[in-house]
């Protein structure tokens, strides 16, 4: 597991910034920047919810939308505002469009590829020809109406209502009405819109998002981090070997920035894990300490260098007083380093600012503890499926992730922007199981 200075040097400079230490010469790691999809954004490609469609005439659209909120004054209970209640034909996905051996939702008169095929109901064969002129007349004259989610009303009592409408007064009712999937929540971005749009019924992207945060904001923190986070996640990994090589913890390693400190800007604290550093042996196993998470760690150092900036008797009797809960003093090389220099901005509050790059998917307690720093920004390397809390998909059994998502939820008083660094050369694959706890 060593990752000496030599090795990290052979790393591929890809246009990045060169972070220099005193006996590093810190070169970033090829790669790419995924974010996160928050818990509600990931269940929102999942859920679909059966609606009611009908072709209705032209003229008679508003009395029949009318009736219809008449008949169903809580359609929005289930709101399906995000997709179009009116349609015309040529905006329907195509299996909606057409049907082989039926009408389809455009009843006797339907389009395929702007052709014209003339619907013979009289017994014989199904005839087709190309009558451009008339089709563009009828086309003219047919909507499409989302009435509402099937669960709202029951179909008997629809088809009651539709028939008691002038304009379905003479004609068979029931095969005008259909039966459609559509999404019940609204689409995260303008590509998932689209793509509803082929495959359910016309949706519409309100360039927003309420499941998370806003793809424009994403966009422009990965542009401020995209340049410097090769390097950091390297700085990330060099602190986790070092605490392995030196035995007092798994190859787990975090390193904390303030990205306005200066240009290049600086670490603030990196951390190794040491879980192994003073765990004790009970009925001959192993406890290792949670307390000495590589997260807990970093935390705890930007805490002490916060009171060293502010009044220098607080770090002392602090070391003094939490000397036996927290292992938040530098134990290798790269952190003492690290800790050594003055790149703390005075005046902060917890973690108020600064992005943290984790080796390792941060597990739920830690997860939870840089959610309590408020850390601006959270970037991580290996997925950890068994104990993660920061992604959000789950799977069928065991070790397809917890689903958690911790970093944005609704229900907790703090949300920030998190980033999975996909390494080119799968470098971060080495290390613990997926079943350890980061």
Known sequence: MNISPTIVNQIPDIDQKLLNYDSYNIRPQPGRLVSLQTKTEAQARLKLVDAYAIEIPLKSANIIVKT??????????????????????????????TSPNQQGLLGREYYTHGSYDEIIDDGQEQKSC???????????????LLLCARSLISQ???????SSIPAFSTAETQSFLHIVPVPLLSPTSQEQAAQWSKSYWPTVYRKNNPFGPHHSIVSRSEAIIRPFAGAWMTLARLAGSEAFDNNIGAAIGVAVMDPL???????????????????????????????????MRAIGMVGRKRREVAEEQHATFATELDADTFVD????QVEHEVYSRNSIRAGG????????????EPCV?????????????????????FTGGLTSETGEGSGNGLG?????????????LAWQWIDQEDMQMTGPKDDVHA
């Open 68 to 97: 219809i909120d008449a008949t169903v004054p809580q359609r929005h209970e289930i709101n399906l505002q995000h997709l179009r209640r009116l349609t015309k034909p040529e905006f329907l996905p195509p299996h909606l469009r």
């Open 156 to 162: 008997e009592n629809l088809l009651a209502t539709l």
């Open 365 to 385: 307690m830690c997860s939870m503890a840089i959610l309590h720093s408020r850390f601006n920004r959270v970037i991580f390397g290996k997925r950890m499926p």
């Open 261 to 295: 400190s200066s240009n290049p800007p600086s670490a603030v604290a990196v951390a190794g894990d040491a879980r192994w550093a003073r765990s004790s042996c009970a009925g001959g196993k192993w406890n290792p300490d949670v307390m000495a998470h590589a997260v």
């Open 329 to 332: 003093l530098p134990l290798t």
């Open 130 to 144: 190309e009558k451009p002129e008339t089709a563009a007349i009828a086309f003219q004259h047919v909507l499409h």
């Open 404 to 416: 958690y998502g911790l970093f944005w939820i609704h229900e907790l008083n703090w949300k920030m």
């Open 349 to 360: 509050y917890l973690c108020v600012g600064l992005d943290i790059y984790v080796t390792h």
